[in-house]
């Protein structure tokens, strides 16, 4: 009877199906994300949004810092694969054109 006390409406209806997407989770399928460093131009995302139809969003990644790993949110650009893959590249450019690198 322990058991059934920890039950709720509905639960008896629920089952747990490993093959379960959530419409979150579908929305997402078959996306990808460039994830931005801090201190990427918002003039030079807004471009490679716009050039390659991303869309932005934001993730919690773990990053090092001195002592210890702490959760941050980042900045990526989601889309498909041959986008982030050339947004990437765009975003690349413009960061050397933008501070004179030329390595």
Known sequence: MADDDNKYVG???EEEDENFVD???QEIEGLYDLVLPPGVP??????AMQEFNLESTIRKYGVKTRDEIEDENLLVLRGELDAVNNAQIFI???????YNYSG
Not at 92 to 98: G, I, Q, R
């Open 42 to 47: 918002q003039k030079v995302i807004m471009e």
């Open 92 to 98: 690349y450019n413009k960061m050397k054109e933008l």
């Open 23 to 25: 419409e979150e989770a």
């Open 11 to 13: 639960d008896e209806f």
